[in-house]
């Protein structure tokens, strides 16, 4: 058995917990504002969930998911996911999270920046790329005909692989794109970003549509780099 950690709690981090509670694991979850905020998402979820503070959620899971604004980066706990595996969901919404030169100009990642800020922890990229709705619903079991997979991107190997087996257990094959420093071509902006898994080209919040690691691979590959729109 598996125990998960959040690190934010909301629409990601809920659909991801809904589906690991789902495969049999536990999750410790976390947010902003204090456990006793989330007493009705652990009511809801069940025995396999209990919220916590981040600190908390960082130390108890054996896999751990960063999943909020990034502009909020810089408050994850640093030695509590020391050694440990983090899935970063995270996107950069200039209009949210603030200007961010060194991701305007493209000189790195936003994942790189949470590796960075965690140097001891192993940072796989990963859920950033699909709706929250599209994750909750297009989960199959394994060898389904119409499994979905999932980018991932990391620096390494060993993480990956421990990623790879945990999305498995979900619900998901994996595509991985590489190393982190390949995270831009599923970010926002690229088709990669959560088009494929939507029943309209143009609208990422469509209806759900599966695609397989071909469709995502090609995606993926076919994107172009190109600076932060205002
Ligand atoms: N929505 C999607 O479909 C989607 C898909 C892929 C990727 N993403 C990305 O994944 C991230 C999360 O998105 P979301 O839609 O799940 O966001 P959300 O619904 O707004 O939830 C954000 C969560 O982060 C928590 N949080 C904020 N600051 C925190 C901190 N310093 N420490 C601990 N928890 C903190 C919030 O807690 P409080 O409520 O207590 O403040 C909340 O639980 C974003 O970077 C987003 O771009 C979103």
Do not use: C
């Amino acid at each position: 058995m598996t125990t998960w950690g959040f690190i934010g709690s909301g629409n990601i981090g809920s659909t991801v917990a809904r589906l690991a509670i789902a495969a049999g694991h536990d999750v410790v979850l976390s947010n902003s504002r204090g456990p006793e905020t989330l007493a009705d998402l652990v009511s809801e979820l069940g025995p396999h969930a209990r919220a916590a503070t981040a600190q908390e959620a960082a130390a108890a899971g054996d896999l751990v998911v960063v999943t909020i604004p990034l502009k909020a980066y810089r408050h994850v706990p640093v030695d509590g996911l020391a050694g440990k595996v983090v899935i970063d969901t995270m996107n950069y919404y200039p209009g949210r999270d603030g200007r961010i030169d060194v991701l305007d100009d493209g000189s790195t990642t936003s994942s790189e920046l949470l590796q960075a800020h965690l140097p001891q922890s192993h940072v796989v990229k990963g859920f950033n790329n699909i709706y929250f709705q599209h994750l909750r619903d297009l989960a199959r079991p394994s060898g389904s005909d119409d499994r979905s997979a999932l980018a991932i991107a990391g620096d390494d190997a060993a993480a990956k692989d421990s990623v790879r087996r945990a999305l498995d257990a979900i619900g998901y094959d994996t595509l991985d794109l590489g190393p982190l420093a390949e995270g831009w071509r599923t970010q926002p902006d690229q088709s990669a970003y959560g088009l494929q898994y939507a029943a309209d080209e143009k609208d990422w919040t469509a209806g759900a549509r599966p695609a397989g690691s071909d469709e995502v691979a090609g995606r993926a590959m076919r994107a172009t780099r190109a600076p932060h729109e205002a």
